[in-house]
């Protein structure tokens, strides 16, 4: 069974920085296309970053791109997201969610992904 544990979040003024780390236990690391989302309240959730397995492809989403810089160290099972510049727009709950069928793909979309965590609460107050 595939267990996802974030961590790391917090709260921050604006122009601060965080950094998430995500770690995924119960099956091999290889392989696994791994991604960042977020949802603000009263909002759906919404794709931030994404990372392919072996860490040559990245994407951002466009409200984060220049600021976030999602790495992972498949050694370390662990997948992180430094988020730098923060803005009290960027307050949500962040999840990490990882899949095999993805491989060296990058996928936007939430349905994409079979692994989630619980998330892990970043606040930027202004």
């Known amino acids: 069974q595939v267990h996802v544990a974030e961590s790391g979040g917090g709260s921050v003024q604006a122009g601060g920085f965080l950094k998430l780390s995500c770690v995924l236990s119960?099956?091999?690391?290889?392989?696994?296309?791994m991604a960042w989302f977020r949802q603000a309240p009263g909002h759906a959730r919404e794709f931030v970053a994404g990372?392919?397995?072996?860490?040559?492809?990245?994407f951002y989403g466009d409200s984060v791109k220049g600021r976030f810089t999602i790495d992972r160290d498949n050694a370390k099972r662990t997948v992180t997201l430094q988020m730098n510049s923060l803005k009290p727009e960027d307050t949500a709950v962040y999840y990490c969610?990882?899949?095999?069928?993805?491989?060296?793909?990058?996928?936007?979309?939430?349905?994409?992904?079979?692994?989630w965590g619980q998330g892990t609460q970043v606040t930027v107050s202004s």
């Open positions: 119960g099956r091999t690391f290889s392989n696994l296309a």
């Open positions: 969610a990882g899949d095999y069928r993805l491989n060296q793909r990058i996928s936007q979309a939430q349905h994409d992904y079979d692994y």
């Open positions: 990372i392919s397995w072996s860490g040559g492809m990245t």
